[in-house]
């Protein structure tokens, strides 16, 4: 990439978590009691009015590190039982989806919300695909997920969804129509826009203080050629780059 181009490149996108649904006090004092204040969202709520946040990601920043950064601004963080106890505020997120237009528009239906699965797939540089916990993923591999059809929704708006279920969902699917050259395509465009080696960063849009990165623990394609893949993620990402 000559200078001319780098000129134009920004590492990083900005990420809406959206909160899905507030989280439930097992007991009195097990969420922290700041965290009453978004009680009132329910699955009904419109799109429109429910709460949401902007934080500016690099590509190695985690969905568990954005979801647990909103929960944190929001006032959401662990009560007294929870610390009593040693439970953490990233170990209640279980169920994981992504902002659906026009889906979502009029609300959530409960029972999709609690088909989200606990894993997403995850398409790795040497085109194997993985159920990889989401917590743990990358936008970077989001965004080349996303591309190739393996996530629904809008990846760089996930739901905040702190509610700990008696059960979770896996996504078992058949990756097969994946071939490594879409892959390639879809990774290099991805790669083209963001210099690999910039500093991590995630950073409320709006907000004074930039937050410290803490680590998270551990529909199919058309018949688009590869070239029109890697181009069409340069025109999405250059929307959503600041």
């Given at each position: ?28 004092d ?15 709520t419109?799109?429109a009015d429910r ?5 500016e990601?690099?590509l ?7 979801l647990?950064?909103a ?18 505020l ?6 994981f989806?992504?902002?659906?237009i026009p889906?979502?528009e ?9 088909k989200?699965?606990?894993t997403i ?36 708006r996930?739901?905040?969804y ?7 969902t ?19 465009g991805?790669?083209h826009?963001a ?6 960063i995630?950073?409320?849009?709006g ?12 529909t ?6 590869h070239t ?6 340069r ?8």
């Amino acid at each position: 990439m000559d200078n001319s181009e780098q000129e134009g490149v920004s590492d990083t996108i900005v990420v809406r978590p959206t909160l899905c649904w507030p989280p439930i006090f097992w007991m009195p004092d097990y969420w922290a009691e700041s965290a009453r204040e978004y009680q009132w969202v329910t699955p009904a709520t419109p799109l429109a009015d429910r709460p949401y946040l902007e934080f500016e990601v690099s590509l190695d920043v985690t969905l568990g590190e954005v979801l647990v950064a909103a929960c944190q601004a929001w006032g959401m963080v662990e009560g007294p039982h929870m610390k009593k106890t040693g439970a953490k505020l990233a170990d209640e997120f279980c169920r994981f989806g992504f902002v659906r237009i026009p889906d979502d528009e009029g609300g959530i239906d409960e029972q999709v919300g609690y088909k989200w699965p606990s894993t997403i797939r995850v398409v790795r540089d040497d085109g194997s695909v993985e159920n990889v916990p989401a917590m743990s993923v990358t936008f970077r591999e989001l965004l080349a997920s996303s591309s190739l059809g393996l996530v629904e929704g809008d990846v760089t708006r996930p739901y905040v969804y702190p509610v700990r279920p008696q059960g979770v969902t896996s996504v078992i699917s058949d990756f097969s129509h994946i071939s490594p050259d879409d892959v390639k395509a879809v990774y290099a465009g991805i790669d083209h826009l963001a210099r690999r080696e910039a500093s991590r960063i995630l950073h409320r849009v709006g907000a004074p203080v930039e937050m410290e990165v803490r680590q998270i623990g551990e529909t199919s394609m058309g018949p688009e050629t590869h070239t029109d893949k890697a181009g069409g993620i340069r025109g999405w990402w250059r929307d959503r780059r600041r």
